[in-house]
């Protein structure tokens, strides 16, 4: 006959401290690198430059509705004169835009418009130069006819950062 032991037979079902900080030091290393890879500020800011390319976009077809009943693209010094003239907002009949679009990381900031890029002496209003500001872009989006004048444009005044622009067809 087999003698029974006093003390109980104990079965360990569960993890060791150090078991459990192993598996935590893994995920976090895990995430950590996931992370890095995304880099979730780069996407935001992808995101934010193709807003910016469609508001670009947006208006520059209403400039080019403007043109047709018009004639010439609108007289304006900033892009909130040119906001009043294409949303009606400034009494006329005419609405090209419902609402003129804003930068979407800073709603006070503009997009820049130049009626007169080619900086011809007189106002003949047959141009225009439409510009947004990119973040961390790796490269210019500027019309070839422009790319020569960067950094003198009244739209590209730093020509250490990057634009998005489009030009009058």
């Not at 907002?89 to 890029?117: E, F, H, Q, R």
């Amino acid at each position: 006959m087999k003698k029974k032991s006093a003390l109980p037979l104990r079965i360990n079902n569960g993890f060791t401290l150090v078991e459990i900080m192993v598996v935590i030091g893994i995920i976090a290393i895990l995430t950590a690198a996931l992370l890095s890879m995304l880099n979730p500020a780069k996407q935001f800011a992808r995101a934010r430059n193709s807003q910016r390319r469609a508001d670009i976009s947006t208006i520059a077809t209403a400039l080019e509705q403007y043109y047709a009943d018009n004639n010439e693209y609108p007289e304006s010094d900033t892009i909130d004169t040119l906001g009043t003239l294409l949303t009606g907002t400034s009494g006329t009949t005419d609405v090209y835009l419902k609402v003129m679009p804003k930068d979407p990381k800073s709603p006070t900031m503009n997009y820049c418009y130049n009626n007169n890029p080619d900086e011809l002496s007189t106002n003949n209003y047959q141009n225009f130069l439409l510009c947004a500001e990119l973040e961390g872009a790796d490269k210019d989006e500027i019309p070839e006819y422009y790319v020569s004048k960067k950094g003198s444009l009244k739209c590209i005044s730093d020509s250490n950062k990057y634009y998005y622009c489009v030009m009058s067809q």
